[in-house]
């Protein structure tokens, strides 16, 4: 177990929902020499007020040059725009790691344009909420997640083994090492295809009826990620347009063998249908 410097100093750029629970868990896990980079002055005021942050800043140049660790909070596209505005600034030897939720479009960008010095480990916690701001942030939404590495040959093992350690110290469950190709196509069918399924059923929904009335446990917990960032959801759609749309038409297809069931009258189609998803989805709560 690799045992880690509490001393470091560690940036988050960008104090949102995700960006402000990873500053808590941080904290809660013994770490204070945090810092945080955002453009709204108000959130960098709410961070230092709860004492997630020592210090906050809407500019980088200041703090980046004494950061041990970066960890980047924001859309994907802000996330290149910020490292190019920034890459003189970063301190030689640092890490530096993300929370987006694609990769394979923008890694090699990013690389192009980091000093060789600079060690930048790719990394997707897979745990948020639907709200925004820092408001709504708190440590307990990555407890024994699931959160997923994306290595690259240019990462330096040391490193990978120190974001792993520091991931657990967050409370994290479960750490995955995959290539980031395989990631987008994964996270195209556990997480993006939900968001769009979500977003149509509630659209699908009859203009004007009082539908809350009459919604159990299934509509809710179905429902509950349609209440969706369209800025971050429309752009992380997309950019994984490819893996995303084969995970569309093999949902389509499957939903079009339970519709031609009901049409046919078709019982025992139907129920192997059941029976395949019970079995499917009972591998989960093992």
């Known amino acids: 177990m690799t045992t880690l410097n509490k001393e470091l100093n560690i940036t988050i750029v960008g104090l949102g929902v995700i960006g402000g629970s990873f500053a808590m868990a941080l904290h809660d896990a013994g770490y204070r020499n945090l810092y945080g980079i955002d453009i709204d002055q108000a959130t960098l ?15 980088g140049k200041d703090i980046l040059p004494q950061s041990d660790l970066v960890i980047f909070s924001l859309y994907p596209r802000l996330v290149h725009d910020f490292i190019v505005t920034h890459k003189h600034h970063f301190k030689p030897g640092s890490i530096l790691t ?40 708190s440590s307990s939404v990555y407890k024994n997640a699931n959160y997923i590495l994306t290595p690259l040959p240019s990462n ?60 159990g446990d299934s509509y809710r917990e179905l429902t509950r990620i349609a209440k969706i960032n369209e800025e971050l959801w429309s752009e992380l759609f997309l950019e994984n347009k490819e893996y995303l749309l084969k995970s569309i038409q093999t949902f389509e297809d499957q939903l079009d063998l339970i519709k031609a069931a009901i049409k046919n009258d078709d019982s025992v189609a139907l129920k192997q249908l059941f029976i395949k998803s019970t079995k499917r989805r009972e591998k989960f709560d093992r």
């Open 45 to 59: 005021d709410k961070a230092k007020a709860q004492q997630l942050i020592k210090e906050g800043y809407q500019d």
């Open 156 to 215: 330096k093992e040391e490193n990978l083994a120190f974001m792993e350690a520091l991931i657990m110290e967050m409370g994290f469950g479960r750490i995955t090492r995959i290539s980031a190709d395989y990631h987008d196509e994964m996270i195209a069918f556990t997480s993006q295809l939900p968001h769009a399924i979500a977003v149509a059923l509630v659209n699908s929904d009859v203009e004007g009826r009082e539908t809350e009335k009459f919604t």
């Open 98 to 137: 993300d929370a987006t939720g694609v990769k394979k479009f923008f890694i090699e960008d990013i690389l192009s344009v980091l000093p060789a010095s600079i060690d930048f480990v790719f990394g997707h916690p897979m745990a948020g909420r639907e709200k925004k701001g820092i408001d709504f942030a």
